[in-house]
């Protein structure tokens, strides 16, 4: 079987602001991502993603963006980026990119124009409506719910941003409120505007013809809003959900929260019209040699279109998608997952994650709270070993824990700013549970410096500046790259040898999945079977050592190819041992 390089990649998220300073101002930046290849490199990544590295006003870390063509000041310049590419695929890393498309910043000369009047050149380029008349003159219409909504009166109708209240935001220069899914920093694009397509088409072709390998597209699904703009029937505001979402106990409980989240955005997300998009970007993106690839912020398969004519890969995050992950959690997700792939043509390719930017790290997520450490590594062996590409996110390698923040003024995540002001001044909450509730929902927790050493500020920026975020304190107890790289049982070195291993065996890049002792509640237990090589992988998630019996396959030899702990003592496929916690991956023939 021939696959491309991004269906045998291993690819490494970085977040571009907190991951190697290089010129010792508390900001990462090119340099210090140019400084760090050769130990990613010697990690075993193939490929990296690069969180948004354009200018930005940063009120939503660089996701705001206010020129797409060039290089945040404080990452460096044009030139440090090329040096950065050249570097990387010198060392035969791949490097894909972050585009946003639903919206801009609004310090982007796009938007200056638009609001400065109603008929500007780039008038159109955002979605502008006019103010809804006073009550008094509109229709005695029973869904004038929320219409107040933000405490102005004319705001088009209800809907809410997924950041900051009300998804209008007032422009006195156009008297028209503009339309935000996300912050009201982040007015979105008017995609029914064919300028604004070939503007953003220009702005993908400028870094594809500088050489980077594809794109990371996000929140693709936020792109198209419904034509009518109805209002939306959830009887709360943002805040308020949040807060119900932080105060729910019972499943009930939760379980409306999620009714709620997906009736309040139902008509602003998961639009039709993204299809066609997608469509126009691969087609752009195969005039290309090197087969540029396209990663779509979203799980639905269907923007795989027929399987080659949209994105190449779209992220599994249903597995994610639980507080434990279980055997039968990873089986059933595996089952839905790769049966919903072959609906969409043979070839379409899974991805698999567990964390990015936007999520808990896998510590606190996945974890018990007494064996964190464990069960990470078999979270990180899970995505290894599963069928398709796994994306992995900067500062899992050495088990970098959330951080929770102590002192609001510590937060750059504007959504739990906001969160925190909007729950202590109109809801009335308990300052102090707030800041807790602020704490667990920003995104600040899993963006903090990268641990580089056990040094001040962990060898992320010098000692006497102060990093962008806090740095989290556990560097000084092992949890830092330097310590990990020369210890045969941390965790970076487990990485290193399972991606080694990955790499080395072909079954383990090409095979397909066929799930094994389905019934085990502790192990998960599969095959996976390429036409040269068939690799067994058991993972045990209890903290007992298990026998599995695998008499039952057509197979009579075994030999290990990597195990977590000790190597069994016996090979023998009726008998086979695996240590509490422990990782197994043998070739069967
Ligand atoms: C995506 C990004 C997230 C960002 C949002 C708006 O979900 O991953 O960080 O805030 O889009 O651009």
Not at 545 to 565: A, V
Request: proline share 7%; charged share 25%.
């Amino acid at each position: 079987m021939t696959l491309k390089w991004w269906q045998t990649a291993v690819f490494y998220q970085i977040y571009p602001r907190s991951f190697a300073d290089g010129n010792g101002d508390g900001i990462g930046d090119f340099m210090g991502m140019t400084a760090k290849l050769d130990t990613l490199k010697e990690l075993g990544v193939d490929a990296l993603w690069l969180s948004p590295h354009f200018p930005s006003p940063m009120w939503d870390c660089g996701y705001d963006i206010s020129d797409y063509t060039s290089v945040a000041p404080e990452y460096g310049t044009l030139e440090d980026f090329k040096t950065f590419l050249e570097a990387a695929h010198r060392r035969g890393l791949r490097v894909i990119l972050d585009l946003a498309l639903n919206h801009t910043s609004d310090e982007h000369a796009w938007f200056l124009e638009s609001k400065s009047s109603r008929d500007n050149p780039k008038a159109d380029w955002y979605v502008w409506m006019d103010p809804l008349p006073p009550p008094s003159l509109r229709d005695a219409s029973p869904v004038s719910n929320g219409r107040n909504v933000g405490g102005r009166e004319g705001v088009p109708n209800n809907w809410q941003s997924c950041f900051d209240g009300p998804a209008w935001t007032y422009a006195p220069e156009r008297r028209q409120y503009y339309y935000h899914y996300f912050m009201k920093q982040q007015p979105d694009l008017n995609w029914q505007n064919p300028a604004v397509k070939q503007a953003m088409w220009d702005a993908a072709r400028f870094w594809l013809d500088l050489g980077v390998d594809g794109f990371r597209l996000d929140a693709i699904g936020t792109i198209y809003e419904h034509p009518d703009m109805p209002d939306h029937p959830v009887p709360l505001t943002l805040a308020e959900m949040r807060l119900a979402s932080d105060r729910a106990k019972t499943d009930a409980e939760r379980k409306q929260v999620g009714d709620y989240w997906r009736e309040m955005f139902q008509y602003q997300y998961g639009r039709p019209g993204v299809h066609d998009l997608m469509k126009e970007l691969r087609s752009i993106l195969d005039e290309y040699d090197g087969d540029r690839m396209l990663v779509g912020e979203d799980d639905d398969v269907n923007y795989m279109g027929d399987g080659k004519d949209e994105l190449h890969m779209v992220f599994n995050f249903p597995l994610m998608r639980a507080d434990r992950l279980t055997p039968a959690h990873i089986r059933r997700n595996q089952a839905e997952r790769l049966a919903a792939l072959a609906k969409v043509s043979p070839q379409a390719w899974p991805c698999n994650t567990l964390g990015n930017h936007d999520s808990p790290r896998i510590h606190n997520r996945y974890g018990d709270g007494e064996h964190d450490r464990e069960l990470a590594r078999l979270s990180l062996a899970t995505v290894l070993a599963l069928k398709g590409t796994p994306f992995l996110y900067n500062g899992e390698e050495i088990g970098m824990t959330d951080f929770y923040l102590t002192d609001i003024s510590q937060f750059k995540d504007t959504l739990a700013t906001w969160y925190y002001r909007e729950a202590v001044e109109k809801l009335g909450v308990d300052p102090a549970e707030a800041l807790h509730n602020a704490a667990r929902q920003t995104r600040d927790k899993c963006r903090t410096p990268m641990q580089w050493q056990d040094a001040p500020n962990g060898g992320f920026c010098p000692a006497g500046v102060a990093p962008w975020l806090p740095v989290n304190p556990d560097f000084a107890k092992g949890v830092n790259v330097a310590d990990q790289r020369v210890d045969p049982a941390s965790l970076w070195t487990f990485y290193q040898e399972m991606l080694a291993a990955r790499k080395s065996n072909p079954a383990l890049l090409e095979g397909d999945y066929l799930p094994l002792q389905e019934n085990s509640e502790t192990c998960l237990a599969f095959l996976r079977r390429a036409d040269s090589q068939t690799c067994l992988v058991v993972l045990n998630f209890s903290d007992q050592p298990d026998l599995l019996d695998f008499s039952n396959l057509p197979y009579r030899e075994m030999q290990l190819l990597f195990t977590s702990g000790r190597p069994p003592r016996s090979m023998a496929l009726d008998a086979i041992q695996v240590d509490r916690f422990g990782v197994l991956i043998a070739e069967v023939a």
